[in-house]
């Protein structure tokens, strides 16, 4: 081959590498309030997923941001990186084993530290998250999440997601830069779930650490371990070892293709807001609460959902005007069981929800109706 055709054959094959590289993943760097252009839009409705490999599953991976894509100029810095710094495709990049187990395409949502995730990303993910599902090319979705508020975002799609198709959440409690950062392994493991047959009808899981949980049992319980996500009383449904993800659980809860939310309409979700119990607590947090438009109030209350004379004042008060009060407990685990109280106040007890869930229950249990004897039901039930 004389050298004008070697040279047109390189500047070639470089072509054909770009333009696979640019259908591989559709990032939006630093997409802090989660919108996206139009014409992405479009362009991921013809390019949902890479479906390379055929003897492989077609996994979507999702991005919002969280110390999985976080960054910082130092590699022992692991609590003052900025979280959501890097795109999705500089993340599946850093583990290139992933092609061996799965056709992986990313596609950017947002990316912010989950502390900032909103009523509206919630909708736009589980929009997008069952727009992908209905597509027979795609075998399953991932979802990259900071850690700090990922148990929410995971209940809330393990309510509303209807698909059978497995759904799996991911974070990391050390940043991308990190000596031993743990997201690669997790978001290796999370493809892997996502790509087993066994993972299907299971509802939302949640995968750090090497556990699989259901998102109806998984909490965040340390400010910056790696073993921080644990499934508490109920235990996880699973663990990752070696090359396999054994399954052993699941949860007896209502979810995904059986649940009896809906989205697909929804614009917005009603304003449901948290008040802390504590000594000397006051009735005028409730007043304000109400007043700022709540439709429904969780109360993060001590031990076994106790309310104090002054929050059940401000309670009642709420009650009176429509408002719903859910009591939880800050206890960190375990049942608030219906009490005499409930009946005498219309209050509902939440069940095993800690508050941050029992708010993305109650937000769509008011999608629905305002009454508490049926909201009771969607606590016993989901
Ligand atoms: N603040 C971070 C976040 O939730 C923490 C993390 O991802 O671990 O986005």
Redesign the pocket.
């Known amino acids: 081959m004389n050298v004008i055709k070697w040279l047109g054959a390189v500047l070639l094959s470089v072509a054909l590498l770009m333009t696979g590289a640019c259908t591989n993943t559709s990032t939006q760097e630093n997409n802090q309030s989660g919108k996206e252009s139009e014409s992405n839009e479009t362009k991921e409705k013809t390019t949902a997923v890479e479906t390379g490999n055929k003897s492989l599953s077609n996994i979507k991976v999702l991005a919002t941001?969280?110390?999985?894509a976080?960054s910082s100029d130092s590699d022992t810095d692991t609590t003052g990186y900025k979280?959501?710094s890097l795109g999705i495709d500089k993340v599946i990049a850093s583990v290139p084993q992933l092609k061996s187990i799965a056709n992986v395409t990313g596609e950017q949502v947002a990316n912010v530290?989950?502390?900032n995730v909103d009523n509206a990303l919630l909708l736009k993910l589980a929009k997008r998250v069952n727009e992908l599902l209905k597509d027979d090319q795609v075998d399953g979705v991932v979802i990259t999440h900071?850690?700090?508020?990922?148990e929410e975002t995971a209940y809330f799609l393990h309510l509303v997601v209807k698909s059978d198709k497995p759904v799996v959440v991911v974070?990391?409690?050390r940043p991308a830069s990190a000596i031993s950062a743990d997201g690669p392994l997790n978001l290796y493991h999370a493809v892997k779930i996502a790509s087993t047959e066994e993972a299907k009808g299971k509802g939302v899981m949640v995968t750090l650490n090497d556990r699989i949980a259901s998102a109806r049992f998984i909490t965040k319980t340390n400010t910056t371990t790696t073993d921080s996500f644990k499934s508490l009383e109920q235990g996880y449904i699973g663990e990752v070892a070696g090359e396999v993800a054994f399954f052993y659980n699941e949860s007896t809860r209502t979810h995904t293709a059986d649940s009896e939310f809906d989205v697909s309409k929804l614009k917005e979700l009603p304003q449901v807001d948290i008040l802390y119990g504590y000594q000397n607590d006051h009735k005028f947090l409730y007043d304000a609460a109400v007043k700022a438009g709540a439709k429904g109030i969780v109360v993060a209350a001590p031990g076994n959902g106790t309310m104090s004379t002054e929050a059940i004042k401000g309670a009642t008060d709420a009650v009176k005007k429509d408002v719903v009060i859910v009591r939880s407990s800050h206890a960190g685990n375990g049942i608030v069981t219906h009490e005499e109280m409930d009946d005498e106040h219309h209050f509902v007890s939440s069940d095993s929800l800690n508050p941050q869930k029992a708010r993305i229950l109650l937000m769509l249990a008011l999608t629905k109706t305002k009454d508490p004897d049926k909201i009771q039901t969607y606590y016993e039930q989901y």
């Open positions: 941001g969280g110390t999985i976080g979280s959501g530290g989950s502390e900071g850690t700090d508020t990922l974070g990391s409690m």
